[in-house]
């Protein structure tokens, strides 16, 4: 089993920064891809961004630019630093780890923006 705790959420105005980061109890080298999600209220939770193994990420479009992602090996943590932030931004940030058997999520952490 692994446990991810996210941290680094809070409360900032529209045009903001925050640094999620999400430490892992093992490795994280051993998982395909480093994964954060995000639900707002009211909305399926959504793929935000990810980094895999070899370094490739991907970015959501309403997220390109703003975002960006992250992994420290030796810490086992993966960051989203998230710039230019937006009220539709506001969610509960997710981190999840998988590799190709399975995944572990994150308790999540809140995002809010005020505009």
């Known amino acids: 089993q692994v446990q991810l705790v996210e941290s680094g959420g809070g409360s900032v105005q529209a045009g903001g920064s925050l640094r999620l980061s999400c430490a892992a109890s093992r490795s994280i080298s051993r998982f395909s891809f480093m994964n954060w999600y995000r639900q707002a209220p009211g909305k399926q939770r959504e793929l935000v961004v990810n980094?895999?193994?070899?370094?490739?990420?991907y970015y959501a479009n309403t997220v390109k630019g703003r975002f960006t992602i992250s992994r420290e090996n030796a810490k086992n943590t993966v960051y989203l630093q998230m710039n230019s932030l937006k009220p539709e931004d506001t969610a509960v940030y997710y981190c999840?780890?998988?590799?190709?058997?399975?995944?572990?999520w994150g308790q999540g952490t809140q995002v809010t923006v005020a505009s």
């Open positions: 999840y780890a998988n590799d190709f058997r399975t995944g572990y």
């Open positions: 980094i895999a193994d070899g370094g490739n990420t």
